[in-house]
């Protein structure tokens, strides 16, 4: 069993930048592959990117290149998403969530919720323009 608690969000104005932390308990933290998804009102909740248990590989929506970084530390339990250069349309519920099966991260199916088994409460981010 692992538990997710996201923090990290808020409101920030477009341009800026903000730094969501995804905590896990559980020992089984490394061995899964983690994501974040977000979730806009009336939307259906879409992948952002994804990271492999080591760290070693990551993915991203087109969205979000160049904008958006997933790191973790396995250490500490934590998986981060680094946002920058925040546009209004980056404004949702961001939710964290592990993957307990995949050994690598597999295109298309790392991008799917369904994949996941584990989802945090969510953290809102609200971008002003």
């Known amino acids: 069993q692992v538990q997710l608690v996201e923090s990290g969000g808020g409101l920030v104005q477009a341009g800026g930048s903000l730094r969501l932390s995804c905590a896990a308990s559980?020992?089984?933290?490394?061995?899964?592959?983690m994501g974040w998804f977000r979730q806009a009102p009336g939307k259906e909740r879409e992948f952002v990117t994804a990271?492999?248990?080591?760290?070693?590989?990551?993915y991203y929506t087109d969205s979000v290149k160049g904008r958006f970084t997933i790191s973790r530390d396995n250490a500490k339990n934590t998986v981060y998403l680094q946002m920058n250069s925040l546009k209004p349309e980056d404004t949702a519920v961001y939710y964290c969530?592990?993957?307990?099966?995949?050994?690598?991260?597999?295109?298309?199916?790392?991008?799917?919720?369904?994949?996941?088994?584990?989802w945090g409460q969510g953290t809102q981010v609200t971008v002003s323009s």
């Open positions: 969530a592990a993957d307990k099966l995949s050994t690598s991260l597999v295109i298309p199916r790392v991008t799917r919720p369904p994949t996941y088994d584990y």
């Open positions: 990271i492999s248990r080591s760290g070693g590989a990551t």
């Open positions: 559980g020992r089984t933290f490394s061995s899964c592959t």
